[in-house]
């Protein structure tokens, strides 16, 4: 097929603040929100549990214990919904973002692990009062909040989502480095699902697409969010081990019209990654 392409690089972390001004909002923006459909209840002994498991686990080495879990499926089920953190402007806001429809009696609960450490922090947890739709974000703690106590090294993010009526026990994970520390480029390999860099083209028959090339599992779907707006697994299609492509002309409620940022952001197997992205219309 002969198509025209719009070709953008990913933006890195220090990228010019000129890219990142003119990002989306989200739907669900007031805190109001939030507090309208869940209730703060206390941390649960079950979920502490499971994420001092999924700790001991890791062990010393999180990049073994990542490499480990992408090559087969989860321990525990994914759960409805990815893990958001702005590492790109002074924020540093936190977001877990449903995928799949989060009936009421579910409770949401956030832990982080601390800096090459074997002790995890208990932040928040919630319930859901009554079933929320896929993209509604649920405001988590902002790394900005917890403010610097870390010492240099690699933080995991947990949130837990326990599902009524036995629906048993899911769980989300992002990492991301504290001041001080870089990933090299053997470390990386291992972050899966990972985002290197993306492109946007548009296709003979006007679609807009996105094109996103990093480390995907070939035995897992793939989720894409742009900051609150859920791609359809029908508009995401794998390529292979290292691109991902979404037509976004299929994404209900993106405005192809109009030139803004977003978290793009990627998961696989109850991991995310979180990029820059902004998104171009055709003149």
Known sequence: MTRQFLTVALAAAL??????????????????????????VPITAGARALVRSRIAAMGTNR???????????????PAPGLIQVNLFDTGREAYFVSTLVIPAGSTVQAFILL?????EWGLEARQVTEDLP????????????????????????????????????????FDFA?????????????????????????????????????????????????????????AINQVDDSTVQVNVSQVPNFDTTLMKGYL????????SDVAQFRFSPLQ
Do not use: C, H
């Open 264 to 271: 793009l952001t990627v998961g696989q197997g109850g991991w």
């Open 115 to 119: 800096p090459d450490k074997q002790q």
């Open 178 to 234: 504290t001041k001080g520390y870089f990933r090299n480029l053997s470390d990386t390999n291992f972050m899966v699902p990972g985002i290197n860099w993306w492109r946007q083209f548009y296709g003979s028959d006007g679609s807009a697409y996105v094109e996103i090339k990093g480390r995907f599992m070939s035995n897992q779907p793939v989720d894409v969010i742009f900051e609150d707006i859920v791609a359809p697994r029908g």
């Open 134 to 173: 896929v993209g509604f974000s649920f405001f988590l703690p902002g790394i900005k909040t917890l403010g610097d106590f870390w010492q240099t090294g690699l933080t995991t993010y947990f949130v837990v989502v326990s599902l009524p009526s036995g629906g048993g026990d899911t769980i989300s994970q």
């Open 15 to 40: 990228a010019a603040p000129a890219v990142w001004a003119d990002r989306a909002e989200r739907a669900e923006r007031s805190q109001a929100q939030l507090d309208r459909y869940t209730r703060k």
């Open 63 to 77: 990049n073994a214990m990542r490499a480990a879990a992408d090559n087969q499926p989860a321990a525990l089920p």
